[in-house]
């Protein structure tokens, strides 16, 4: 059964970036079938998503976020990452990792069981 | 703001039917497919729905979805205490050069 793991700091200084780990078990990260993304949500808001990434590392991102994002793929250790830079506040979420399927029509499949960012000083 | 408009809550007594809504344009619903996501209480979103009516493995046929237009349903029949949950619809909006994915605000189900 495939299982996605968001790992990385819980607490991010105002104007740092933000960096975070999903690793993939029970599966490979290099299937043609799916994209692997990033979504956050704000307490009690909320969904957003972030951005996308396929196995080749072809990306695409909100346009919204994109300025400060980047995201990006390690085959080797099946796991994909989120940098955000310049946080503030607002960024403070919960984040997400998920599977995009071909077979779902890139509708979120499997999901991480998050991790809580903090943006403070 | 979203994208897409739910309303904020709906509510309904256990074993009766409940439907929730999610409003888009052409950009997006209108001309993309639509997936709901369930969220219980302090959990990951979990896949209810997918390209509009279909159900992943493992989730009851009391779930159901329909589109129509920039519009989208969700339907849950025979309400359990279970169900209490935030819904989402979620889908992609082709308005800029590459695709862009979108949820609703979310609609909290109390089942009363």
């Not at chain 1, 403070?92 to 403070?120: E, H, K, L, P």
């Not at chain 2, 979620?90 to 050069?97: I, Q």
Request: charged share 10%; hydrophobic share 30%; net charge neutral.
């Amino acid at each position: 059964q495939l299982q996605l793991q968001e790992s990385g700091p819980g607490l991010v200084k105002p104007s740092e970036t933000l960096s975070l780990t999903c690793t993939v078990s029970g599966g490979s990260i290099s299937s043609s079938s799916y994209y692997w993304g990033w979504i956050r949500q704000p307490p009690g808001k909320g969904l957003e998503w972030i951005g996308s990434i396929y196995y080749s590392g072809s990306t695409y991102y909100n346009p919204s976020l994109k300025s400060r994002v980047t995201i990006s793929v390690d085959t080797s250790k099946n796991q994909f990452s989120l940098k955000l830079s310049s946080v503030t506040a607002a960024d403070t979420a919960v984040y997400y990792c998920a599977r995009q399927s071909v077979t779902t029509n890139d509708a979120f499949d499997i999901w991480g069981q998050g991790t809580m960012v903090t943006v403070s000083s | 703001q979203s994208v897409l408009t739910q309303p904020p809550s709906v509510s309904a007594a256990p074993g009766q039917k409940v439907t929730i809504s999610c409003s888009g344009s052409s950009s997006n619903i209108g001309n993309n497919y639509v997936s709901w996501y369930q969220q219980l209480p302090g959990t990951a979103p979990k896949l209810l729905i997918y390209d509009n009516n279909k159900r992943p493995s493992g989730i009851p046929d009391r779930f159901s979805g329909s589109k129509s237009g920039t519009s989208a349903t969700l339907g849950i029949t025979g309400l359990q205490t279970g169900d209490e949950a935030d819904y989402y619809c979620g889908t992609w909006d082709s308005s800029l050069s590459a695709g862009n994915a979108v949820f609703g605000g979310g609609t909290q189900l109390t089942v009363l």
